[in-house]
């Protein structure tokens, strides 16, 4: 039984599987993505888990919960500058972190992208709002949800809660802000941004989403 199969179970769907262009996704965010990941976010969809796990998905409802949004980008930015001024420690090196979702609570779940061109090697940290507590799971996204949600897995920073009623997945409903779908979005060379940040000056993660400020400086030199 795969992680797929297993969180079903517990979380049916909502119903048909969604087709999403998966290529200028990645172009985007200039990095390969899980298999897993891509999996669920066509099963499910954009929506919460236990009416508390929020997983970023390409057609996320609003820019807070959308995978080529600005939050990714925005939380790697606040965790590089607790490691800088020490402000809260960080178990992972920043740049290799990637935001993947958010709880009501405000908790971060991330993706270790280590290695880097492994996505189907990534395991999960989950990090309470900036403080010094971190919780790491040796799995995938799915297999995170699934075990988190059959009560295997207790999180430290999750609420003892969170299983009082059955799980279950609630899709998310366009909110007055719909985002541009990405399959509509020109393909973006990653790359040529990283060098020219660089060769202006600009402080530019190696992998991982390019921050919106350095994006939109780029486009207003090179257009």
């Not at 709880?103 to 971060?108: K, R, S, W």
């Not at 507590?133 to 969170?162: C, D, I, M, R, Y």
Request: contains cysteine; negative net charge; aromatic residues 10%.
């Amino acid at each position: 039984m795969t992680d797929l199969t297993a969180l079903s179970r517990l979380c049916p769907p909502p119903g048909t599987a969604m087709d999403i262009a998966w290529n200028p996704v990645e172009e985007a965010l200039g990095m390969r993505l899980p298999t897993d990941y891509k999996q669920l976010a066509e099963q499910y969809g954009p929506g919460s888990f236990a009416n508390y796990i929020h997983v970023y998905h390409p057609h996320g409802v609003t820019e807070f919960v959308s995978l080529t949004g600005p939050m990714p980008a925005r939380v790697q930015g606040h965790l590089r500058n607790d490691v800088e001024r020490g402000t809260y420690p960080v178990p992972h090196n920043p740049d290799s972190l990637f935001a993947i979702g958010v709880t009501d609570n405000g908790e971060y779940i991330f993706w270790i992208m280590d290695p880097s061109d492994q996505p189907d090697r990534w395991r999960i940290a989950v990090n309470e709002a900036r403080s010094p507590q971190w919780f790491t799971f040796n799995g995938s996204l799915t297999e995170f949800l699934a075990s988190v949600l059959n009560g295997q897995t207790k999180v430290p920073q999750f609420p003892h809660s969170l299983l009082e009623e059955t799980p279950v997945f609630s899709p998310s409903h366009p909110a007055l802000w719909k985002p541009t779908p990405v399959s509509d979005q020109a393909p973006v060379n990653t790359a040529a941004i990283r060098a020219w940040a660089l060769a202006n000056g600009h402080n530019v993660p190696a992998r991982g989403p390019i921050p919106p400020e350095i994006r939109a400086a780029w486009e207003q030199a090179t257009t």
